[in-house]
């Protein structure tokens, strides 16, 4: 069974960090593509950044030079470092994974598996 478990989230003034963080089991992690995705309540769940497993990832252009994704392949975890945040920032964070694959995956129907997500909340 195949289980994500998101931390980290909570609430941070405009231009703090904070590192999310998603522990995978159940599944070979080392070749797993892996996604940050974000929501809004009664917006729609939208991609944030990916990583492959070689390490290489991408970023959605509202992020890019503020949030990095990384993977640590020994913890079977990837993380989040959101820095500079915003209060446009606010939202569920989830974690995602695939089954295989070596690209890089962006959109939210290309991951099997999801975490239970982590509130981020940034004050103005």
């Known amino acids: 069974q195949v289980q994500l478990v998101e931390s980290g989230g909570g609430l941070v003034q405009a231009g703090g960090s904070l590192r999310l963080s998603c522990v995978a089991s159940?599944?070979?992690?080392?070749?797993?593509?892996m996604g940050w995705f974000r929501q809004v309540s009664g917006q729609e769940r939208e991609f944030v950044a990916a990583?492959?497993?070689?390490?290489?990832?991408t970023n959605a252009d509202s992020v890019k030079g503020r949030f990095t994704i990384s993977r640590d392949n020994a913890k079977n975890t990837v993380y989040l470092q959101m820095n500079n945040l915003k209060p446009e920032d606010t939202a569920v964070y989830y974690c995602?994974?695939?089954?295989?694959?070596?690209?890089?995956?962006?959109?939210?129907?290309?991951?099997?598996?999801w975490g239970q997500g982590t509130q981020v909340t940034v004050s103005s």
């Open positions: 995602a994974a695939r089954r295989r694959g070596s690209l890089l995956y962006t959109a939210e129907r290309a991951y099997d598996y």
């Open positions: 990583i492959n497993w070689s390490g290489s990832s």
């Open positions: 159940g599944l070979t992690f080392s070749s797993s593509p």
